[in-house]
Nanobody
Framework: VQLQAFGGGTVQAGGSLRLSCTVSGDIFSINVVGWYRQPPGNQRELVAIITSTDVTTMNGVTNYADSVKGRFSISRDNYYTVSLQMNNLKPEDTAVYYC???????WGQGTHVTVSS
């Protein structure tokens, strides 16, 4: 299984971005996917996870870090894509964003998000 994050960019504070995570390999073995981020000079942290409960409808249970709750939304759009909608972005959201299964497999390159004040 391989996961790769896309969609980063530079936005002003208050703006929005939608990140996409493409999944390849044994997609039916994936039940839990998380979005992580690593701010400059800091450790990688988990910001959102989705646990699939119905592979037909792509519904799932979601959880968020307190720092992004109410602003970020994770969804599994189909078997191959997990998205992270980020609204009302703040400068402290600046980081490299990654997606991975839980438990973690190998890490992709990540996608850079920069929020200017």
């Amino acid at each position: 299984v391989q996961l790769q994050a896309f969609g980063g960019g530079t936005v002003q504070a208050g703006g929005s971005l939608r990140l996409s995570c493409t999944v390849s390999g044994d997609i039916f073995s994936i039940n839990v996917v998380g979005w992580y981020r690593q701010p400059p000079g800091n450790q990688r942290e988990l910001v959102a996870i989705i646990t699939s409960t119905d592979v037909t409808t792509m519904n799932g249970v979601t959880n968020y870090a307190d720092s992004v709750k109410g602003r970020f939304s994770i969804s599994r759009d189909n078997y191959y894509t997990v998205s992270l909608q980020m609204n009302n972005l703040k400068p402290e959201d600046t980081a490299v964003y990654y997606c991975n299964t839980i438990p973690n497999k190998s890490w992709g390159q990540g996608t850079h998000v920069t929020v200017s004040s």
